[in-house]
């Protein structure tokens, strides 16, 4: 390959899955144009993380599963050298694609007792599995970063936990579980976005901590990970000022971070990819097409994800790189190229999904996490209502038909009642349908994953809930980011409170056995809760 050829290997432009025919022809001009190394796959431009403020809607499609493998076949075609295809699998498939196996979230994994922390292995093999299937090799995932504040709005669910031995064994288990079946994994955000209160696809987060601070945690994931040869880690849009001499330049865009702090002090020589460059942390920083992708490459990164001005940016790199720096990156990605196998042209879609073996694995992980927020004899009162005629159900934001309920029914029959939004008429009906009954049995299952807008719960129903706690026996089911029990109000005034990590129908059957037999829930808060007293 000429210079110029081998530079246009580091570019990752994204890909969306139901895109129009014009736009898969301009990734096909380029692959086939610039030599380019690699695609990130994504669902759809409306559900780019950077459209929210778009607020378009996501349409779904059922045959989103079959337009990948096409894709992917269509595109290898067209390049010289195999193009390494990735996407972020983070729980699955299921978290770009419809129709595809999903696993549990990091959060739901990080709550499972020490000795199950192998489950996590499991997962990372059975969604490289699932990965091959599609023909794709390299995953963006596991999160390494210790998600230690309750506000961040990005990180939270998807990280392991607040623990730092515990994040680091969790990711390690799930990198092995990909490496089993050949699949590349990649740590990130380095050097660790959870301590961040900022969403770093619309804004720079900025961390406080000195280099000390960091080594004794945030980077403690990391540093293990390049001990047991991680394959890659991504950079975060984060400044530290403290890395950067008290400048906030993201660390994408920083020799200090990359060069100095991964490869020279903690001796990583994997691959580094900057994380997408279309986030709104670094894309908007630079009027100048290529030059964004210039500083990125210049500070260390070998991999451009989300690339968006591929031709401009390669002009740049072959007018600032020094050749040894282009050979450095080049021959980098040409080994983990190798390591995937895909050189040797076996990059087609291999296997089918075994939603069978998807779902035993679910089973046994929600068996594992379900945890006692509060319990007291909570089947015990449960059953003394029913045999009463004082025990009703209520579902939030699911209807009457869920499957939790459904597995209560006949050992534990009552009225089943449901609030699917918060609509004060709802309400006020809601309140006189449940005046006759002193014990109520809740399942929330908790709208969104993500904080914002206290998880779409309405404020009418965080209402509903302080005064119905406080005027009923109530037993609470949350299924859901256990962060979402920060913003219940009146906890303390529940009989009992169960947490369970997902609305998966494992889950909820879980959650129904282990009422019904009164059983040990075995698992353990991965995050520390605000308020559970309150």
Known sequence: ??????????????????????????????????????????????????????????????????????????????????????????????????NTPQYPYAISLGALPERYEYLAFEVGKRTGLDLKAAGIHYNLAPLADINSNSNNPVIGYRSFGQDKVRVSNFALEYLKGLTEVGILGCLKHFPGHGNTSVDSHLGLPILEETLEELMQNELVPFIKGIQNNVDSIMIGHLAVPALNDGKNTSATLSKNVIENLLRKQLGFDGLVISDALNMHSVSKLYDKKGQLEWEAFNAGNDILCFAENVAEG?????????????EESFNRLMKYKQKAGILEGNFAPEGEFDFEATSILNRLIADKSTTKIKDNNNSLYLFEAKNNDKLAKLSLFKNTDNIFFKSLNIVLPSLIFALENGDEDAIVQMKEKLSNFDTILISLFVPKAKPWNNFDIEDSVLNFLAELFSTKKCVLYVFGNPYALQVIPNLKSTLGIIHVYQDFREFQESAARQLLRNSRCRGSLPVVINGLNK
């Open 1 to 98: 390959m000429t210079l110029e050829q081998k530079i246009g290997q580091f570019f990752f432009p994204a890909v969306f899955i139901n895109d129009i025919e014009e736009n898969i022809q301009e990734i096909e001009r380029l692959i086939k144009d610039h030599n380019i190394g690699g695609l990130t796959f994504f669902h759809s431009r409306a559900s780019a993380a950077t459209n929210y403020e778009s607020k378009s809607a996501i349409e779904h499609n059922d045959n989103s599963f079959e337009r990948l493998k096409e894709l992917i076949t269509r595109f290898q075609k067209c390049a010289t050298t195999p193009l390494l295809m990735s996407i972020d699998a983070e729980w699955g498939l299921a978290m770009r694609v419809e």
């Open 314 to 326: 390669i002009q740049e790199i072959l007018k600032n790189a020094s050749a040894e720096r282009v």
